[in-house]
């Protein structure tokens, strides 16, 4: 029999429905201990939340999370809502004992952050940040090829994030749906919401970033806010750019924008090593493309590895040879992680104090933005 693990999940926008989906596909193809159970939504409209609920398969809804945190019958708590809110519920969570799963970033700042990391590490419960893109089984293997030695010693890492949805300068901020745009509910704008992905897979394939030096551009200056209606000043960053100085001495450059037209969300990856070379794009996400030098001369060339076989990571649990998987098996296959991590008492990645670090990098690079100069990454 599988051990019940009931859900209490705040939110229901577009991150709440590929959460939900992933707790409720996970145990028809991972052999796990625990089975998801979708005990409560919760959300400010009972409306909204009922109807999320009817469509999902929730058994209850709740108004107020601080209610759902009283329950009894919630034994994971996942936080889907605006940035601004993350620590407060963290910390409350924590307190109350329950396991918890956070949407990214997983703060406005490092400081706040590190609270949370010391709440949940406080009170003993399994933690972990939504950085997804870790669970694409080519993204996966990327990894595995780099610690495996394969590429022997890195030299470059280059990453981009590029999409093109705020260009209108018609579009309002703020918001159920616009909240990203809001510096008070989102706290930066690309650099928190997409280059956080971008950082948090470089720092798990490539080990930690000690420098930082960056630009940061807002092309639209003011927006109609939905909450006042008012045109308000624009605080967040539409386009961010930096270069860095990872640890083992390879050099790297991110770049990010809401304003690239044609990109939707094309996230890429590119790493160059004395003997290979690595690269990857979310949208061909089931392909990796790799270069080894070490090949015949007469043969040598990139290769496309299309990641479908039972031996690459994760696919072993889907379909067989050839056919792929998509965006949403991320989740899946990071709800998989959780869950044997909590079977097994080893914390799966990355945890809050892992998340952490990326909320370090992000807070460099918009102070090197602020201050036109080279900022350290301080150690957390």
């Known amino acids: 029999m599988l051990k019940p693990l009931n859900v209490g999940m705040i939110g229901y926008g577009f991150m709440g429905r590929a959460h939900s989906n992933a707790y409720r596909r996970v145990n028809n193809f991972f052999d796990l201990e625990h089975q998801p159970v979708l005990k409560a939504i919760c959300a400010r409209s009972a409306d909204k939340a009922k109807a999320f609920a009817d469509k999902w398969g929730y058994e209850s809804v709740e108004t107020d999370w601080r209610r759902l945190l009283e329950r009894k019958d919630i034994h994971l708590v996942d936080i889907c809502t605006p940035n601004n809110t993350h620590a407060e519920i963290a910390l409350a969570a924590a307190k109350a004992g329950k396991m918890i799963l956070c949407e990214k ?40 090829l780099i610690d495996d030695g394969r590429l022997g010693r890195i030299f470059h890492y280059r990453a981009k994030f590029l ?29 928190g919401d997409l280059l956080a992905h971008c950082i948090d897979t470089a720092l798990w394939q490539n080990g930690a970033i000690d420098k930082v030096n960056a630009m940061t551009e807002t092309f639209v200056k003011e927006r109609k806010h939905n909450l006042t209606g008012k045109v308000e000043p624009v605080g967040i960053d539409d386009a961010c750019a930096f270069l860095a100085r990872f640890h083992n001495g390879s050099l790297a450059t991110f ?29 061909d996400l089931h392909r990796l493309q790799y270069f080894d030098h070490r090949d015949q001369g007469l043969t040598r060339g990139w290769r496309s590895v299309h990641v479908s076989d039972g031996d690459h990571p994760y696919m072993g649990k889907w379909w067989v040879p050839g056919l792929q998987i998509g965006y949403e098996h991320s989740f899946v296959h990071q709800v998989a992680d959780f869950l044997e991590g909590v079977a097994k008492g080893k914390a799966a990645q990355p945890d809050f104090r892992n998340a952490y670090q990326t909320q370090l990098v992000l807070d460099a690079v918009l102070a090197s933005a602020k201050s036109q100069r080279w900022t350290e990454v301080p150690k957390g």
Not at 165 to 176: A, K, M, N, R, Y
């Open 255 to 283: 770049e990010s924008t809401r304003y690239a037209r044609g990109h939707k969300a094309l996230y890429t990856f590119e790493i160059n090593g004395e003997h290979a070379s690595i690269c990857w794009d979310l949208h």
């Open 105 to 144: 970033p997983l703060a406005l700042n490092g400081p706040e952050a590190l609270k949370m990391v010391e709440a949940v590490e406080k009170a003993g419960v399994p933690n972990m940040v939504w950085y997804n893109y870790r669970r694409v089984p080519a993204v996966t293997l990327a990894k595995k």
């Open 163 to 191: 999409q093109d949805w705020t260009i209108s300068p018609e579009l309002p901020q703020g918001g159920t749906a616009l909240w990203r745009l809001d510096v008070a509910a989102a706290g930066s704008g690309v650099t």
